[in-house]
């Protein structure tokens, strides 16, 4: 399970580290213009977009560096649940725009998420 857990873990994080720089370093109408899955941007400002993909590079260092670093680990489910909450927030943002389709990426990384919290709150938690 500790496998699992941490296998999981760092994909989300290098996910998640990717996608939130790419949106603190990419300008909204580039990111609107990358394709139909960056359409989401219009909906948000300069510093809305900006803010999101802040918020995702600090929930993948909250993910790993607490935990590898033994310092405050119980910021790793923490973490874990802002990424579902955030992604909630991504699911919800899809169904208003009518993108039913993207929804389901959103909902798969809410699941991944959530086995996170779950699995580090409970049967392999860190803190003792």
Known sequence: MNLALWTVTGLLAAAYLLGGAFKVITPREKIAASGSSGRWVEDFSDGGVKAIG????????????????????????????????????????????????????????VVLAGFVAWGRFGPESFIS
Do not use: F, N
């Open 54 to 109: 802040a918020l995702e590079v600090l929930a993948a260092a909250g993910l790993v560096l607490p935990a590898v670093l033994d310092i405050a680990p119980l910021l790793v489910p923490l973490a874990a649940l802002g990424l579902v909450l955030l992604m909630m927030g991504a699911a919800i943002t899809r169904i208003r725009r009518h993108e039913t389709k993207l929804v389901v990426v959103d909902l798969v990384y």
